[in-house]
């Protein structure tokens, strides 16, 4: 049972490129999201996903786009990497959207830079 | 909108000695959950203690346990017999039952074990 994985570990952009970090699980959770990490900020919510086919934005949505084409995997894509984007990013999974009561997973983290 | 605060930017403490963390948030919700999560150097985010809103009890995990004070809209985090393990940042998040059910992060507070 691998939990929540993300890849890459580690990204160096380019200003303008694009590129897709991704988070997959494999506990048949209905609810994932993506949060980035900034110091002296904790964790904010980028987008979330009740399920398959469902996706809304979070907190700081700008500059990302997400899709849920499968309940396992849950991307998240730059469209043109900006500087304001260097940052921590986590995947995080549960099991419901609904419930107070589900455990959130979070995966190991990506830690991109732009340049 | 939910928010939760940490004023604690960095802490320090002697191995075995006890140290208590705080954590104040802010919300109209009445059902919700509160945690503490640990991020060693490794950048996992782990789960350390959780603790629902309705129930007056303070949870407790072996050496961490929580002062729970729904009026004062308190929640900090006291860790027992301090191990040089016990070094990372510590968040406190909070859950509500409406709006989407998302976590709210505070900025998190460093946490250095001293042998």
């Known amino acids: 049972n691998a939990g929540v994985t993300q890849t890459p570990k580690f990204q160096v952009l380019k200003t303008g490129q694009s590129m897709t970090l991704q988070c997959a699980q494999d506990m048949n959770h209905e609810y994932m999201s993506w949060y980035r990490q900034d110091p002296g900020m904790g964790l904010r919510l980028i987008h979330y996903?009740?399920?398959?086919?469902?996706?809304d934005q979070g907190e700081v949505p700008n500059g990302y786009n997400v899709s849920r084409s499968t309940t396992e995997d849950f991307p998240l894509r730059l469209l043109s990497a900006a500087p304001s984007q260097t940052s921590v990013y986590f995947c995080a999974s549960r099991l419901s959207g609904q419930r107070l009561t589900d455990t959130q997973y979070f995966g190991p983290g990506t830690r991109l830079t732009v340049l | 909108a939910q928010t939760v605060t940490q004023s604690q930017p960095e802490m320090s403490v002697q191995e075995a000695e006890t140290v208590t963390l705080s954590c104040t948030y802010d919300t109209s919700e009445n059902n919700y959950y509160l945690f503490w999560y640990k991020q060693p150097p490794s950048r996992q985010m782990i789960l350390v203690i959780r603790q629902e809103a309705y129930k007056q009890q303070n949870a407790t995990e072996n050496r961490f346990s929580v002062n729970f004070q729904k009026a004062a809209k308190s929640f900090s985090l006291k860790i027992s017999d301090s191990q040089l393990g016990d070094t990372a940042m510590y968040f406190c998040a909070f859950r509500a039952d409406l709006g989407g059910q998302n976590f709210v992060f505070g900025p998190g507070t460093r946490l250095s074990v001293l042998p």
């Open positions: 996903s009740v399920g398959a086919g469902i996706t």
